[in-house]
């Protein structure tokens, strides 16, 4: 009873290509490549400038719906326009587009980079200039 073992089967590959050393797929993962594919480039500045358009007619009508509670003459008048806005309230501040709108653009990063380092330039330019003088 002997089994020869060409070079094919003696190697086989266990692991998942790509994958890195002692790091486990989770359970659930089904196989799929795991949550939504990140946004990258003018996708991704679209889908901030959108969302902050979005929380934009949020912080408006959430605004008017303040405004509303504040003239209502009625208890039953105050209670709709209170109910109107704590709904618009907690879409602004638990929808989806809250935190995408808090970040920033690949330009909006930029020009912050620049900025720092033209300021940190400009205040070791200043310490040298007085440790001269």
């Known amino acids: 009873m002997t089994t020869d073992i060409t070079s094919e089967e003696a190697l086989a590959h266990f692991g998942v290509k790509g994958m890195k050393w ?7 993962s089904g196989g799929g490549s795991g949550g939504p594919a990140k946004l990258k480039g003018k996708e ?8 902050r358009v979005r ?6 009508a959430y605004q008017n719906a303040t ?10 008048g ?31 990063k930029w020009v912050g980079g ?14 040298y200039a007085s440790a001269q003088g």
């Open 114 to 127: 620049v900025s720092w380092a033209a300021l940190g330039a400009a205040a070791v330019g200043l310490l």
């Open 67 to 76: 405004a509303e509670f504040m003239v209502a003459r009625t208890a039953k």
């Open 44 to 51: 991704r500045t679209d889908a901030i400038l959108n969302a």
């Open 78 to 108: 105050q209670d709709a326009a209170e109910k109107s806005m704590r709904k618009l309230e907690k879409e602004f501040y638990e929808g989806e587009d809250f935190k995408l709108s808090k970040q920033y653009t690949t330009g909006e």
């Open 55 to 60: 929380q934009g007619a949020r912080k408006y």
């Open 22 to 28: 002692g790091v486990r797929k989770p359970d659930d």
